[in-house]
């Protein structure tokens, strides 16, 4: 199975800053990753697939890029709707793969 | 828009069959774009993929739980269904339907799980 470590698993931050968070897939997964956004008791929100491509609907503060093995997402100025667990996720393979997860807090 | 709703027991005992359903509104499950999908979440953990399936029944399975597994679509019905046998108390989780949407993008097809249910909670008792 393709292996995804988030980096960091916490992080915290302050309305309008600028935060970046990397995932790194254990092989190359060419652009074959999504992220997704999760906030307490809700279902997960696709935020980004193709590792850059906006979701309709997703504010452009959000962008991501990567190819290969290393990806990030970054929000460029935290709303604090922003604040929630956000999780990449490999579809170049089966068994689909997700990373494990970083919080996203408020300082 | 489309929406997807799980229902089933949100209590399973131990040895048993997990159940789920997963029905689909406002549009058909049997377009022929999109794969369905079940996905796990154990209270307070990450996101575990179970498994897909086409509405011509043609399924891909996460092989750590591929011996007790089944995954089914009725479309009839507008639904799909999970079925997870001999379960214990690692399988208590939230369990979310979703659909899996395929795009051309720079000319490759993508995949991403673009609209999800908003989960069920299956507790598996001793």
């Known amino acids: 199975d393709i292996q995804l470590t988030q980096s960091p698993a916490f992080l915290s931050a302050s309305v309008g800053d600028r935060v970046t968070i990397t995932c790194r897939a254990s092989?190359?997964?060419?652009?074959?990753l999504a992220w997704y956004q999760q906030k307490p008791g809700k279902a997960p929100k696709l935020l980004i697939y193709?590792?850059?491509t906006l979701q309709s609907g997703v504010p452009s503060r959000f962008s991501g890029s990567g190819s290969g093995t290393e990806f990030t997402l970054t929000i460029s100025s935290l709303q604090p709707e922003d604040f929630a667990t956000y999780f990449c996720?490999?579809?170049?393979?089966?068994?689909?793969?997700f990373g494990q997860g970083t919080k996203l807090e408020i300082k | 828009q489309l929406q997807l709703q799980e229902s089933g027991p949100g209590l399973v005992k131990s040895s048993e069959t997990l159940s789920l359903a997963c029905t689909v509104s406002?549009?058909?499950?049997?377009?022929?774009?999109?794969?369905w999908g079940w996905i796990r979440q154990p209270p307070g953990q990450g996101l575990e993929w179970i498994g897909n399936?086409?509405?011509?029944?043609?399924?891909y399975y996460n092989p750590s739980l591929m011996s007790r597994l089944t995954i089914s679509v009725d479309p009839s019905n507008n639904q799909f269904s999970l079925k997870l046998t001999s379960v214990s108390a690692a399988d208590t989780a939230v369990y979310y339907c979703?659909?899996?949407?395929?795009?051309?993008?720079?000319?490759?097809?993508?995949?991403?799980?673009?609209?999800w249910g908003q989960g069920t909670m299956v507790t598996v008792s001793s």
């Open positions: 979703a659909r899996r949407m395929t795009v051309v993008v720079r000319g490759r097809r993508i995949d991403a799980f673009d609209i």
């Open positions: 406002g549009g058909s499950i049997a377009n022929n774009r999109d794969y």
């Open positions: 399936v086409y509405h011509s029944g043609s399924t």
């Open positions: 092989q190359d997964i060419s652009s074959y």
């Open positions: 193709a590792a850059s």
């Open positions: 996720q490999q579809l170049n393979t089966y068994p689909y793969t």
